[in-house]
């Protein structure tokens, strides 16, 4: 295989490839060389943290877009996005009635690139609840949830109601009446529950009526322990769906 | 059950290598063009539409309508036409329950892998889905009365009748409610063997006095009960039964893969439906109005 891999003489190409690639840092990095063979690009995939979700080799009717129109990646994708553009907001923000609205203000007129960091983490939001339906009505029409997959059909269920609560627990933030009147419409529906209504709602409030309490709850929440949570439930998931045979294929 | 878990294995495809590809280039480049593509969609959205921010929040100015968070407008729009502890959580507690038994009741393992993987599913999809579209739709209209409204301006635009009102024997029918204000029930009581029957339709003694302070308990107050509980109840639990049996003498059902397809197609037609509705549909006290009337309201 090596030898297959080097030219008898080096070309200048060669040279500069090496350089780049065969350099003691680069190798201290990436274990492979770069991945321009077949044997490389499997160890790119197998020997990096990231791309080893992935199996190093995937059935060809997988790649195929009309397959699953990648809707449970872009979903990950939104979640990773929403987590960068949230923690860039978090520099900006603080969640009590006092300051919440008025910082909210200042970011979007003071900052740089404020308004649109803001517009992205709202879009980004509701691209990702669009885009969670519409996985799960993939994985149903195509049938995938099938045996040996009936777990992770729950655990994506649980997944979908986490990204609701995460968006729900993100819309009272900005404190402005779109966001009190909302999370108190929410709320109260919550309230109406035939037992422990009355309760799980003043769990959710720390209080009878949407005020401070409420606030740094669903900042706690929205901003660490939702995505704490999700982030496990999403690793299950993940690991389920090579676990479980990759994607479903037909018998 | 030894078997199931073996099964699963054993049925599982053998690895046929020349049909596969590597996950890079092939996977790892279509994620990453993907991955661009929304970063670019997303980028260009936010450059033109500003995220909304209203006045600072304000407990003691109530907007009208206020309305949830629109993912939730499915559930307000419910909490119209049924007793608010069905609509904001017995329901959608139920439809999450049931969504996730899918695969434990549907367990053929059988047609995976393929979109509509059985013989029927394109036409059992289009019908769930279109039907329950248009009998959410219908039962929206009815309980909003805008079939009294329409059929009152048809009569008079007509010249039949100038000042044509709804009559009152049909006021039952006005819409959900009218089951409860429309139909005389102080008249109903009758006489079983010198007993009078349900002389108070609406304090039906339940409890025994003393035993509860909760005055539901203790006295039924049953017109509101049909219209609140039974009626939308039996509707949520009725319609999809009667979409099974129909489809089923259609000669459309053949399996529970079927009957999955048929009521998953008729749940995203009414999720979808009254999301739109409870959005774009409903303006102030929640009165069903077309989007270009609605506004908002600062009381």
Known sequence: MANLERAPRKSFNDLIYDLIFKNYVWQSIFRTGYPNTPRNQMLAVATNVFLHLHPTRIHRTHVKITHTYCLGGLSFFMFLGLTVTGVL?????????????????????????????????????????????????????????????????VVGVVLFILTLLLSFTGYLLPWDQLAFWAITVGTTMVGSAPVLGDESKFLLLGGFSVGPNALIRFYTLHVIGLPLVISIFMAVHFWRVRRDGGLARPL | MVSRAAAAIRTRPRREREAEVLVWPDLVFIEFISALIFSIALMVLSAM?????????????TPNPSKAPWYFLNLQELLLHMEPAWAGVIVPTIALVLLAAIPYWDRDTQGQGVWFGTKFAGRLTVFGFTAATLITSLLIIWDGSLHVVWTENVIRGLGLNSDFTWPGGLDWFRNLRGFDTGIPWDSLGFTIGGFTM????????????????????LNLNFPSFLSQQIIPVATMVGLPVLFVLFCKGLGWIHSRRDIALLIFSAFIGVYLTTTIVGTAFRGQGQDLKPPWDIVVLEE
């Open chain 2, 49 to 61: 539409v500003n995220a909304p921010l209203l006045n600072r929040a304000d407990p003691d100015t």
């Open chain 2, 198 to 217: 349900f002389e108070d339709w609406r304090a039906i003694p339940l409890g025994i006095p003393g035993t509860t302070t909760d005055p539901w308990l």
């Open chain 1, 89 to 153: 907001l978090m520099f900006y923000y603080v969640p009590s009635i006092e300051r919440a609205y008025q910082d909210i203000q200042e970011l979007e007129a003071n900052v740089r690139f404020g308004q649109l960091l803001r517009n992205m983490h709202r879009w980004m939001a509701h691209a990702m609840i669009i885009l969670v339906l519409l996985h799960m009505m993939r994985v149903f029409y195509t049938g995938a949830y099938k045996p040996p997959r009936e777990f992770n059909w």
